[in-house]
């Protein structure tokens, strides 16, 4: 990595964000130094149905909560003010205007990232930034560089840094699996979080009825 200052790019759906989101944020942020890390909740996921997803405002609003204790998290909202599909390449055209003198370095789990091909001009994206992919359980650095990233060349590869994390087997899925069963959540996201979830009956009913 070079001397020059950086910021790390958390993107993500955060519907709701967790202890895993949260995990992966901190680690990079240490292990590279960085000034800060900035949370971009999606307006309208890429790979996801966005009919199904909760409103922007409430996954803003958990997205505040779950960061505010840490003095090295901000928070976005370039990608829900923007319409259409929340393609990370928009985004990140607009922080590389915002931060002209950092590298951005743009955060994922490692899941994730083996799908960079079938991302919107995944090959500008590739000069534009780096990409540093947190493994998570169940995804090993070999199959990853071996299978997924094949097509990939020997110069974007160089952009993409896979690193292992603290593993937290949790995922937002999980999470909204576990309020429908009324079974807990707590200590799989912030106790804020939890709150919020509570307060505004989030996801009592099903995916798809959202
Ligand atoms: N437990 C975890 N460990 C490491 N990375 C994670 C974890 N959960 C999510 N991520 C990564 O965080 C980013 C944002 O994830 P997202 O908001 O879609 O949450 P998710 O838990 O993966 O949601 P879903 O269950 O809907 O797939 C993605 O790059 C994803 O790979
Ligand atoms: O730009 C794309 O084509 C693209 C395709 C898939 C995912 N992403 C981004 O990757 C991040 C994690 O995505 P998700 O769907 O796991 O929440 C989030 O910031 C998405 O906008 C971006």
Not at 10 to 25: E, K, N, R, S
Not at 98 to 118: E, L, R, S, V, W
Request: charged fraction near 30%; aromatic fraction near 10%.
């Amino acid at each position: 990595m070079s001397k020059r200052k950086s910021i790390g790019i958390m993107g993500g759906t955060f519907d709701p964000i967790h202890y895993g989101h949260l995990v992966i944020a901190e680690a990079v942020r240490s292990k590279y130094n960085m000034d800060k890390v900035i949370f971009v909740p999606s307006g309208c996921p890429p790979h996801k149905n966005c009919s199904n997803v909760s409103s922007a405002m409430d996954r803003y609003t958990m997205t505040a909560l779950a960061t505010a204790t840490n003095r090295y998290f901000d928070i976005s909202t370039v990608e829900i003010d923007r319409s259409g599909k929340s393609y990370t390449y928009d985004s990140l055209i607009e922080f590389k205007k915002k931060y002209p003198k950092h590298d951005i370095y743009f955060i994922t789990g490692a899941d994730a990232i083996k799908d960079i091909t079938t991302w919107y001009n995944y090959e500008k994206l590739l000069e534009m930034c780096y990409f540093i992919a947190a493994t998570r359980p169940g995804y090993t650095l070999s199959n990853l560089k071996n299978k997924e990233l094949q097509m990939l060349s020997k110069k974007q590869l160089e952009n993409i840094e896979i690193i292992e994390v603290p593993g937290i087997e949790v995922s937002s899925t999980d999470i909204k699996r576990r309020v429908r069963e009324n079974k807990s959540i707590k200590y799989l996201l912030p106790e804020t979080v939890e709150d919020y979830i509570t307060k505004y009956d989030l996801y009592l009913k099903k995916e798809n009825d959202i």
